[in-house]
């Protein structure tokens, strides 16, 4: 059972995260203007990296999207941060 | 007789054993009671039905394996060494039948040469192997289920952080526990045995009093010992899981989070092969000393001593000043054990050629650190030529190791007695799963011979003693057969648990209804004595129909009578998030397939929302009361997730400033009024709304007042009949029934459940998303082709309703399907066949399906391959062996034109 981080409440169990996607993907916009192949690689492609990765998941018990750092092979925990615009 | 109780201690207890009555001591462990009265044979080896006594003294004993049954229940496979004696226990061996002592099968074993290694794979075969298979594996196996038993989920989850977590509280637990205290840590100290003091206890002479001091200085110090704790496993980030049990209480359960682990946990000794060496009387050398000095058990009259080590070696003064005669057979000194006579029992025993009188064998191969929680943590393992065994290799962050898991075995000297391939005699490696070292020897001769192959091959060190005793031994035999080093042959991989933990103590008070808990409606009471009949709908408890009739029955009256007169429904759990802020537009109408900005306040609309995939995620309405302003009303099951997919998208695309998302479908109540005199009913209700048609047309909204509070009032129609939903604040649901009761007395109004629902919007051809949608189903597939063809702007799943997949010409589609074979109504998941080429496959099934009232037949929804174009034509249908025929039709059969939404 591993301890995540939330930025907001720290060190949680991780049965309250949910993964959403990996980081840094962006969804190709507009509809009329994406390939299929482009659309493919949105829906169903992954990178899956072994070792360090960078992730959106969900804390769902506060509701925060957050990006957290971290290694998918020895599961240590290297970072998580907000991902909050800066307040203008 | 052999083994006896030499001092007597404690209160007498009496029990059974294989229904022969027994005196045990209070203090007792299973294993000694029945040691103390002379028991040998407690139990049948797994696969021989060899008979086998006691070997060991505590978690690592193979044998001894009972059915408890204590105050009218039984407790499956529980082992003697650990568990405490209880006046009125009876005691039943595993896998003997009628007796330990008497076992029919026993016989088997002199079949074994015909049941080698991998005899199942061997033997199960196609086509032939269920034939015999369940006889074969009737004749294996340990403890019976008492099926009349279910244990309570009683067992509390606890859980707890500390600085350090010490497991063992031998002297280096102890030790290490009090230094840690002392400098300022919080400290926990869980140990499996009844006190602390490892084997301070029966290795030391005044070894009881100097725990007891030792454990003071502990505790004194801050730390808390939990005994009779077995810390399990160790999981992801240094979860430490624990089971501990305790007298006139359930098991408890524990989560240990420590920043620190140290790891006291001994070691264990292993036994020594050689021929029949599983016979009653042959033990651990250590189990021996230990049931002498804990319960005044002198395990044999004239013992045999045969060792390769210092350890055990110092033994037999004890043994000899209890009265024992002690024959050392020194293995260092060139000793050998040839072989054990005697069947049930040790009768002679013949060293180095010489054949002496005993009736017990005492022998020790050595010591194994216990490792296996290090081992879980993915902490690699060297072999210590020194003291002969795999010790810690390189340091794991955040665990230490201490004492004898260290491999610290303080003076210890050993000669290894490897297993001996070729040697004669059937020779035991694992005694819980019946392997022998002619079974590793043919394991290498097929080729299996990595360890881990070895290990599913042969069944060696798989059976609830994880191989505790065998494993060391296993590997060596492997290792001597294939001429490689014990280091290079390695290791199993450990993995929790330690011991067999119950699932009851796992799961605790997690079942039944805490396991899942269901939604309960605000109005369940009210329900209930209107003689509602309960059943679960997408996690809410919700009543299907009320009365106490046939349910068939109950369900056509509701449903006759709410097209006749009116129906009141309880539509609670219907979603109702509210979505505000100045983007609240945009991310209602990103969210969903229809736009929904375009309202004007007060209106309403029908439509879907899409996975990025285009598959219908769900439908539902969502209502504009401003245009800041909407609320979603999507279905109830899929209200947790509607939300979800609306937070992600608020906080990833919009300005999460702009828009707050907020679900509050459990703080309102709806209650829905359907059928001719609906608006009759709502009226009476007084809830300040102007219900004339032009004021509040089909899918307008407006806000009232009942009793004090809001309401809001929605003409939406699931029924195709006028209909009004009315939510108020949860805490006014009972007044809103009970003034909607009364006004419909006059009206003849009749309490609907969900079954009548269903139907009647079958009737409709209304769909149920996930029920006449699969996880292919697009918006066009239900002929809504609307906003894929003429909207701008992006949506959820926009781009996939173009992909080559979506635009296919052989989708299935949604459709009615009328019977045409003159049967009843079709079973729900019969498949439309498709026979051309001569060949059948199926080419859609049906989603729904009702015998209806207004019908006046039965009607059907399914999905169909290129459905919306074959109306009129006649199908065949397959389901379970029978053959139906059904004409393809539209989906909706009543109201085609829609009159009754406004009668």
Known sequence: ?88 | MSARRIRDSGAPLAFTFDGRAYEGREGDTLASALLANGVRVVGRSFKYHRPRGIHGAWSEEPNAILDVTIHGKTWPNVRATTQRLEAGMDLRSVNARPTAEGDRLGLLDRLSPFLPAGFYYKTFLWPDWHRFEPRIRAMAGLGRLDPAHEPPADSPAMNARCDVLVVGSGRSGLLAARDAARAGGSVIVVDDRFEPGGTMLHREADGAERAAVLAGDVEQAGARILSRTTAYGIYDHNLVCCWERRDGAPDRHWRIRPKRIVLATGAIERPLVFADNDRPGVMSAEAALYYLRRYGVLVGERIVLAVNNSRALGLADALREAGAAVTVADLREGASVDAVHGGKGVEAVTISGKRIEADCVLASGGYTPTVHLFCQAKGKLRYDEAIAAFVPGAPVDGISLAGAAAGDFGDYAIAPAWPNPGAKGRQWIDFQNDVTLKDVELAARENFRSVEHLKRYTTLGMATDQGKTSNMNGLAAMAAVTGRTIEHTGTTTYRPPFVPVPFTVVAGRRRGQLFNPVRRLALETQHRAAGGVFREYGGWLRPAFYGGGEADDEIRREARQARETVAIFDGSPLGKIEVFGPQAGAIVDYNSYNTISTLKPGRIRYGFMLTEGGVIYDDGVTVKLADDHYVVSCSSGHVAGVVARLEEWRQDRFDPAAVFVHNLTAHWATLTATGPRAKALVAALSLGVDLDDAALPHMAAAQGSFEGGAARVARVSFTGDRSYEISVPASKAPALWAAMNEAGRALDAVLMGSEALLLLRAEKGFIIAGKDTDGTSMPHDLGITGPRDKRQGEYVGKRSLFTENALRDNRQQFVGLVVADGGPALPTGAHVLDETGGKRRSAGYVTSSYESPAVGGPIALGLVEQGMSRMGEEVSLFHLGKARRAVIAQPCFFDREGSRIDA
């Open chain 1, 1 to 88: 059972m591993q301890l995540f981080s939330c930025p907001f409440c720290g060190e949680r169990d991780e049965t309250e995260f949910t993964f959403c996607a990996e980081a840094g993907k962006t969804r190709p916009e507009p509809a009329a203007e994406v390939s299929a192949d482009a659309w493919a690689r949105y829906l169903h492609f992954d990178h899956n990296p072994k070792g360090a990765t960078r992730e959106v998941w969900l804390h769902a018990t506060c509701g925060e999207f957050f990006l957290m750092e971290r290694d998918t092979v020895s599961h240590a925990v290297s970072g998580s941060h907000s991902l909050r615009r800066p307040e203008a």
